[in-house]
């Protein structure tokens, strides 16, 4: 396919999708999808300056590295020198360029071609795209450069028409980090590769929400995370104490003080009231809430008494929800917890664990198939065969009664 086929496929895609999004954010993910197929791009982000106009960071980035936290000065980087500029840079080949050397990992690559352009809201420049290596090995050429300056700036309408407005840097603090993980699964004499050196970290307060087919590795990453299964290779850390090689000892302490869980299938104790499986779960830590504080925080306090049977499947839910605030943990994992609920149950459910990320300061990470879910999340990373396609973050994160599925 030509240059010129690939721009005007990428054209008609950018003014459907991309103008049909319901957000910037979403938007700028649409783009960058857009872009990234039509100048095949390994890697890619959309920085954007920060409301103090001293920054730029990354609002939506496709690449092997979690650059989530990352910001550079304006006039400091390849990004950073394009924002302050305001002219397009093209390193055809990073081998024999004058702006070299180029960080070793550069967006979790190699990096051997880089084309990035500034963004351009009302005239003002607002943040820059940049796009790195072919994912043929081939250098990004003149020609390359403009048509990432065409489509970028197609971007940009959507910016106007949802209302661009200053974006607020965010620093945050990493709960758990993620490096190179490898999950590796033996099935007789072959070798099933489920996870492929994933990078990600995860951060202090956070909703994090984790998109992927079936078989990306959605569930084989929450089970490491969780301590209920081993990594091949690689790290993960938890407030910077590594994990990847626990006892079973050390893992049960790490699962019983660190970690609540919410599950699809609710797991209750079925011979145990509702207040009664949230106290069991209380008894078994050191500083737990008041088991009466986590059932009120799930607004159940009128069916403490009541059996799982004898409840509704949202309401048995939102007992798990309480059951794993109730130890007051760092981190909740909550793997499809609305997968088996109607629409309002789902909402009562989500706003539940809206309220907990917000007025708790815990950390929640949720395994989702329903994108609408997403929109709730402050980041939402999506997974493809076994390592982090892309990672959003939501500029406007929806709140769960604005929900529609």
Same mark, same amino acid.
């Given at each position: ?43 890619? /982000? $959309?920085?954007?300056?920060? /409301? ?11 690449? =092997? ?9 304006? +006039?400091? +980087? ?13 390193? =055809? #080949? ?11 990992? $550069? ?10 352009? =500034? ?5 003002? %420049? ?14 990004? @050429? ?18 106007? #028409?949802?209302?661009?407005? #200053? ?12 490096? #190179? !993980?490898?999950?590796? $699964? ?8 489920? &996870? ?6 995860? $951060? ?7 998109? +992927? ?17 081993? &990594? ?13 090689? !626990? ?24 011979? &145990? ?26 607004? !159940? @306090? ?28 760092? !981190?909740?994992?909550?793997?499809? =917890? ?13 706003? %539940? ?14 395994? @989702? ?31 769960? @009664?604005?929900?529609?599925?």
């Amino acid at each position: 396919m030509t240059s010129k086929e690939r721009f005007k496929i990428a054209t008609r895609a950018m003014l459907s999708d991309v103008f049909d999004s319901d957000s910037i954010d979403e938007g700028l993910a649409f783009s960058l999808d857009i872009i990234m197929g039509a100048l095949e791009g390994e890697a890619g /982000a $959309y920085w954007m300056l920060s /409301a103090k106009r001293d920054r730029i960071f990354p609002v939506s980035s496709k690449c =092997p590295a979690d650059i989530t936290n990352m910001s550079m000065r304006i +006039g400091t +980087g390849i990004a950073g020198a394009v924002v302050s500029s305001q002219e397009s840079v093209l390193i =055809p #080949d990073s081998s024999s360029s004058i702006i070299t050397p180029l960080p070793e990992d $550069y967006l979790g690559l190699n990096a051997v071609s880089v084309i990035c352009v =500034p963004i351009v809201n009302n005239k003002e %420049v607002i943040g820059c795209l940049e796009i790195v290596n072919k994912k043929d090995g081939s250098l990004f @050429t003149a020609e390359d450069v403009e048509m990432c300056e065409h489509l970028a700036n197609l971007s940009t309408i959507t910016m106007d #028409d949802k209302g661009f407005f #200053d974006i607020a840097e965010e620093k945050k603090d990493i709960l758990i980090s993620i490096t #190179d !993980l490898k999950k590796d $699964y033996e099935n007789g004499e072959t070798k099933l590769h489920v &996870l492929k050196g994933l990078n990600l970290n995860i $951060y202090k307060n956070e909703f994090l929400v984790i998109l +992927g087919e079936s078989g990306c590795g959605k569930s084989t990453l929450m089970n490491i995370i969780g301590g209920m299964d081993t &990594l091949t290779s690689g790290h993960v850390s938890i407030e910077g104490r590594d994990i990847s090689h !626990l006892s079973e000892h050390d893992l049960t302490e790490y699962r019983r003080d660190y970690l609540g869980f919410v599950f699809q299938s609710y797991n209750l104790m079925p011979n &145990l009231t509702a207040l009664e499986n949230i106290r069991y779960i209380a008894e078994l830590v050191d500083h737990p809430m008041r088991p009466e504080d986590a059932i009120a925080k799930v607004n !159940l @306090t009128s069916k403490a008494d009541f059996y799982p049977g004898q409840m509704s499947g949202g309401q048995q839910q939102r007992v798990s929800i309480a059951r794993a605030i109730v130890k007051n943990p760092r !981190l909740i994992l909550a793997d499809e =917890p609305t997968a088996a609920l109607d629409y309002q149950t789902s909402i009562e459910v989500l706003s %539940v664990i809206e309220d907990v990320v917000k007025n708790n300061g815990t950390t929640i990470v949720m395994i @989702t198939h329903n994108p609408q879910i997403a929109k709730m999340a402050d980041r939402v990373v999506t997974l493809r065969n076994g390592v982090v396609a892309n990672i959003k973050r939501n500029l406007e994160p929806v709140s769960a @009664t604005d929900l529609v599925w």
